[in-house]
């Protein structure tokens, strides 16, 4: 089992940045399977989307509405990864969550609440 942890969420203004981070613990060996994390959010009357990921050799996909706004990182040993959110706007108001596939395992945090808002 892998258990991941999000904080860094919060109230800011349009135009703003913050920074998430996402802990993984737990079973040693199923970490190291760790293929990819992500990070999704899932805006007011919404459904789920993927934000960022980045996979084990070190590419990294985002969508469209993020681009050149959010950099998703992670460290080496896979029990950190982070989302960077700059010039952020009143859309990306949204419960974010962290997620990682191990190829037959999906694990995702509780999620960390995202407002932008003046």
């Known amino acids: 089992q892998v258990q991941l942890a999000e904080s860094g969420g919060g109230l800011v203004q349009p135009g703003g940045s913050l920074s998430l981070s996402c802990a993984v613990a737990g079973n040693v060996y199923e970490i190291s399977l760790i293929d990819s994390m992500a990070w999704y959010r899932q805006g007011p009357g919404k459904y789920r989307e993927l934000v960022a990921r980045?996979?084990?050799?070190?590419?990294?996909n985002y969508a469209d509405s993020v681009k050149g706004r959010f950099t998703i990182s992670r460290n080496n040993d896979k029990k950190m990864f982070y989302l960077h959110m700059e010039d952020l706007k009143p859309e990306d108001t949204a419960v974010y969550f962290c997620n990682v596939n191990t190829r037959t395992s999906d694990y995702w945090g509780q999620g960390t609440q995202v407002t932008v808002s003046s």
């Open positions: 980045v996979f084990s050799g070190g590419t990294s």
